[in-house]
């Protein structure tokens, strides 16, 4: 492979800059054992390297800026002794803002989660734990 820092004319890149902005809340309801969550972000990036399949090569280039928005929500509650659940939502809106290429056609915008987690434990004394866990995101 290439070095990543050399384009295929095998000039030098510039360095990657970016700005970030990120706000969240974390809300734990009275008398539950769960935790709320909401972050909204901004992150700007320029100068970014990326790969492009050109030729089966994947060489490097540079991009002029990427721009990434977006919103997360999560809870997780503990709904029994044995029983965990966790909920997650993002909405992501990526874009690249200065390439007259453009390239980030076909993403997905929106995840959703669900995880489930449940502990059966033996009688004291047992030696077993068996621990079942659910993933499913879209």
Do not use: H
Not at 3 to 32: H, M
Not at 72 to 94: F, W
Not at 113 to 138: F, H, N, Q
């Amino acid at each position: 492979l290439p070095p990543l820092d050399v384009g295929a004319s095998g000039n030098l890149f510039e360095p990657e800059t970016g700005r970030q902005y990120e706000a969240g809340i974390k809300y734990e309801p009275p008398g539950w054992n769960a935790m709320l969550t909401a972050a909204v972000f901004d992150i700007v990036r320029d100068d970014v390297i990326r790969f492009d399949a050109v030729g089966a090569t994947f060489q490097p280039r540079q991009t002029g800026q990427i721009t990434s928005r977006g919103l997360e929500l999560e809870a997780v509650a503990s709904l029994t002794d044995s029983l965990d659940l966790r909920l997650a939502y993002t909405y992501l809106d990526p874009e690249i803002t200065e390439d007259p290429d453009g390239g980030l056609e076909g993403l997905v915008t929106r995840v959703a989660t669900v995880d489930g987690t449940l502990s059966l434990s033996s009688p004291d004394g047992g030696p077993t734990v068996i621990r079942a866990e659910l993933p499913c995101a879209s």
